[in-house]
């Protein structure tokens, strides 16, 4: 059996509030963030750019093989990403990136290419990654994880405020029917289904607020064998703070 790795995985759909939760405990390990759902959106975003469509596979698994993707958090433990030295943190947060990151995530060639780029960003541990298969096929081995959940209908009315504030004009009937579709993509594919590992911790954030949610994890981190790991930079992380 494999030593538990320095690692938190915290898996869920979308909407469950994944992102908030691993900041946070990133915050306070003073460990490093690792959002795979940004390095998809990035993958998804160079698709858009060079004009590959979610119909042309072999293209998109080329693609996602041949990018430079890089992840920053700053002082304030914000995300930054960037693909082959650009900036795409805000490009990424579209309606239509989003859109096509969930086309791209169901083609196993370009899972394939980011779990690999993803066993090499955590290798030396210290990192809290988010994302729909982080416990069950990335990081297996590692020391502590998490399942989140949320209802259907609480998940959409996050994504719906969400949306609106960046500027997109959806309805919240719209953004229920494609979480919807989302949800029967991420648990139904044939590569790396979203399903909660075997010992996760389940957390249902529907009526907790971030800050609660956060309070529950690291409860459950402390009363964990790997509870309290040392603080300090991810050893995977070079002077300026990029993955």
Not at 111 to 130: D, M, N, P
Request: positive net charge.
């Amino acid at each position: 059996m494999s030593r538990p790795r320095p690692i938190v995985t915290i898996d869920g759909p979308s909407g469950c509030g994944k992102s908030t939760a691993a900041a946070g405990v990133a915050k306070a390990l003073g460990w490093c963030c690792l959002d795979t759902g940004a390095m998809y959106r990035a993958i998804a975003w160079r698709s858009l750019q060079a004009g590959v469509g979610a119909s042309d596979p072999r293209r998109l698994a080329a693609l996602a093989r041949r990018a430079r993707i890089t992840l920053r958090q700053d002082a304030r433990r914000r995300l930054h990403v960037a693909v082959n030295g650009r900036d795409v943190t805000r490009a990424i947060r579209t309606a239509a990136v989003a859109a096509r990151a969930s086309e791209i995530a169901v083609i196993p060639a370009v899972r394939r290419a980011l779990v690999t780029v993803q066993r090499r960003l955590g290798r030396h541990g210290r990192i809290v990654a988010e994302g729909r298969d982080l416990g069950t096929v990335v990081f297996p081995s590692a020391g502590w994880k998490v399942y989140l959940t949320a209802s259907t209908a609480v998940r959409a009315r996050r994504r719906w405020r969400e949306l609106r504030a960046a500027g997109a004009r959806l309805s919240y009937a719209q953004v229920l029917r494609e979480l919807g579709a989302r949800d029967r993509r991420d648990t139904r594919r044939a590569a790396s289904p979203l399903r909660r590992a075997p010992g996760a911790v389940v957390v249902d954030t529907s009526r907790r607020t971030p800050a609660q949610t956060l309070q529950t994890l690291l409860r459950h981190l402390k009363r964990h064998p790997i509870a309290l790991p040392w603080r300090g930079p991810g050893a995977n992380v070079d002077k300026k703070g990029w993955l």
